[in-house]
């Protein structure tokens, strides 16, 4: 087995997948930590993929691999939902015009950012690979509302399982089912951090990026809670 972790540019998963024995690498379009393996414009990869009639990343994955995609969340989350319906405080003051006209661009990026995930989970149903899929939880959530799948597993706080943020997160497993392992070993304590107000963990990173991060003890204890 393989790991491919999809939109993670952090390598977080990826070593932890290594300390276990197991190859694994990271895609993404970005390198800000200098831990992407594969340097790829996801969203075009995966429309090759679900074509089939072009090369991509999907080509060399074999059926006993892991696909773990952190699929970009931004357009489906809470505030992004508040933008859409003009009810943003930053728009408190746009004129109707200004408003239909944003939302009608926004509403765009929403549908083509929809459409790369159901080609994701299609690609991955119609060849047999084993994927995992991890977005926020936090309510009101798109893929919650109007997603056809319903996500396998749902953590509320991470926290629980040594992680910097509470952040309830869920996950989809798709051609494979969580193995629900049993952890033993205490949780090592680390820094906790509160999405809004003390978010940075690294400084010389992007705000976006920082809340993002996943402590490495969660993804350890994930994978061999869930995956292994």
Known sequence: MKAHCLFEQSGTFKNEFKKLGIDAFDYDIQNEYGETDYQVDLFEEIYNGYKGKIPSIFDTIEKEDVILAFFPCTRFDCQFQLWMSGNNFAEKNWSDKQKLEYAMGKHEEQAEYYDVLCKLVLLCINRGLRLVIENPYKQPHYLTMYFPLKPTLIDKDRTLNGDYYKKPTQFWFINM???????????KEVPQYIIG????????????????????????????????
């Open 177 to 187: 089912q969580p193995t629900n392992n049993v952890i033993f070993e205490p949780i």
């Open 197 to 228: 107000r003390n978010t940075m963990i690294e400084k010389d990173k992007s705000r976006e990026t920082n809340r993002s991060t996943i402590h490495p003890q969660y993804a350890n204890r994930f994978i061999r809670q869930f995956i292994l």
